[in-house]
Every structure is written in C-alpha cells, then in structure tokens.
C-alpha cells in the first residue's frame, strides 16, 4: 500500500446507486493523492459487496470500527443525513481528517457543535458542496471581481428541484418526506444555490420568503404506494447580499428533470452576465456553466471557462464526479499544507444558519436578518 496516498473509508457506499458510487468513487478512483481502503455499511454482507466493488481491502459494519483503523486517513460521511453527525464524531474521535456530505446534519444546532468539535480535533474537515470549486463558478467570481459587467446590482436565480417536491418520487427517497430525514428542496437544492451564490457573490444578510407544499401525499414510483409528505416542494426567497444587491431564488419540485436546469441572471451597472448547464437538466453543484456576457450596448458573448481554471486531471468524467474531485483535490492540499480545507464544517455551518432563516420567514412572514436567526431549522 502506497503510504504517500491518503487513505479513504467511506460510510455508506452502495455499488448499485447513490452518490458515492456516482460522484465519490469515480472521483477518488483518478485521483494519484487517494486510495480507498475500506468501505462501511450497517450489514456485513453489504460492506463485503461495496468494499469488493470498489476494491477496498477493508469492510466494517459500523463508522467506529472503520474510523479508528491504521488504514484509515480520511473518513467520508456518505449516508443518509440523519446519521452524518454519528459518521463524524467516530472520525473525530479517533482522531481522523472528515469529509461529510451535505448537509453537515439535519439541524443547524447541531451543525454547530460539530464545527467546534472539529475544530477542537485539529483536523481538516469539509463539507460536500462542491460548487465552490466548480470551474465555472471560479471563473464567473472573477469575471464580476474584475468589474466584467460593472457593480452587481441584482442576482436572479430559477432552479429545477425534481426528484424532490413533485406527486411521484423514487422508493430510495422516501424516507425524505419528512423534516427529520433532513433533506428535501430546502436543505438540498436551496443550500447548493446557497453556496453557488456565495461563491460568485457573496453573502446574503437578510431574507424573506415563501414556500408551498401542494402534494400532502406522494406516490412511491416503483410500489404505488402513497406516503405522507410534510416537506414543502416549491420555495421562492429573496434577500440582500452584503454589498447591497439584491437576490431573487425560485426553486421548483416537480416529476421530471426541466430542460434548463438552472438559470442564474446577474445583472450590473455596465451589462449583465447569464449561466445555464452546458448540458440539460443539470444542477448548479455539478454542471458544466455555460458564460454568456452581454455588456451595456455591445453583443452579447459567450466565454468558455478557461483551462486553468480546471484543477482535476484528465480522465474525470464530466458530471457528479468533476467539482468532488477537484473538492478531494482540495482536501489533499489542505492536509499537506497543515491548513483548514474550503468549504469545511464553519462553511457548511452558516448555511445551514440561512436555510433555518428562510424556512423561518416562510413561516412567520417576517423578513429575518441572518445573523439573529436563532430558532432550530426542522430541514
């Protein structure tokens, strides 16, 4: 076993679906920094199956046991969100570098005290939102430092939420039907939108909201049987970043994937600067941006996303496997220059801080300043 590499475990892999064996394995499986070592899951027979699939030489039943092996550097929290935070404290407690999924967990209380926990460990830790090293988000957050369309004024965001919010969903989320599974519009496709505009804008410090549940009961697609939903399905907020533009988000649940995707408009003093996916019905944490410029009384342009701004190496598929692997690319160079990785637990923390304020504006119509937000949010 190479020593140089830093060696994964990961908690919760299936080789047959999920986003570990989407995104994290092909991802990892590239990369010349990693090798996975050992793979989890709550049955043994199971973890044999994940770990001879993705050729890990070590299978455990529980994140402990994984955690606090020798052959274990880095622990990846890739379960349902309900259990990250257990997947977390045995990493921390065994004294191992963590890398969670988003969200960090279900409550944003609880989300704090696991930044201070990781903290306190002195390890690196990160969180799955890997939008902030897409290398289209890169790019456009330089285009607006360099006064590309002049200040920022206005920010308009329309996002497709399917599979989530619509009348029919697939039987491996049905369990997210309700506030306690901590996912759902809100936590998942709001907080990847969250972070997209954080890293090509910036913060927002105020928002208000409105949101709308209008499928009481789904259908389980594969059973037809039908479930309570308690989660709503279509959310609109809008807010002010720190530097006083304003922001305007509407997500959508629905059945089937939109053709666009996304839509991000930014409008500034000298012209106004649009992003949609390379690619239809892709989703901002993982697309490839499509750059269109359209300065004050000149043709608009398009502008490919330059090379540089691409970090992972050839051999990476496009998709779910691209922005994690140049988030794992992240996460080595954190760990070899002794610093804190971006986006890690503090990231994740004060988004979950804004999610429980647009959740809590839907609900009491009030618009909430970001930082007095202190009610526990129940994504």
Known sequence: MNRRRIRVGIVGANPLRGWAAAAHVPALARLDQYEITAEATTREGSAGKAAAA????????????????????????????AGHAGVVRAALAAGKHVLSEWPLTVHAAEAAELADAATAAGVVHAVGL????????????????????????????????????????????????????????????????????????????????????????????????????????????????????????????????????????????????????????????????RVRVAPVDAIAEDLPVPDHYRVVPAGVPAGPAANIAALYHEIAQAITEGRQAHPNFHTALRHQRTLAAIEQAAQTGVRQHIGEVTAPCEY
């Open 54 to 81: 993705f050729g890990a030489p070590l299978a455990f039943t529980n994140a402990a046991e994984l955690a606090a092996h020798p052959e274990v550097d880095l622990v990846v929290a890739s379960v349902k969100t």
């Open 130 to 289: 890997q939008v902030y090293h897409s290398p289209g988000a890169r790019f456009v957050r330089d285009l607006l430092d360099n006064g590309r369309i002049g200040r920022v004024e206005s920010v308009s965001f329309i996002g497709a939420a399917d599979p989530l919010g619509g009348s029919r969903i697939p039987r491996e989320l049905a369990w997210s039907t309700v506030p306690a599974g901590g996912t759902g519009v809100l936590m998942i496709m709001a907080g990847h939108t969250l972070a997209a505009l954080d890293q090509v804008v910036g913060e927002l410090v105020e928002v208000s909201a409105v949101a709308a549940n209008l499928n009481t009961q789904v259908t389980v697609i594969e059973s037809g049987e039908i479930v309570d939903n308690h989660l709503a399905g279509q959310w609109a907020f809008a807010g002010r970043f720190t530097d006083g533009a304003l922001a305007s988000v509407s997500l959508h649940g629905g059945n089937a994937p939109s053709p666009d995707g996304f839509l991000l408009r930014i409008a500034g003093t000298e012209g106004t600067l649009t992003v949609t996916p390379t690619r239809p019905s892709e989703y901002v944490g993982w697309a490839e941006w």
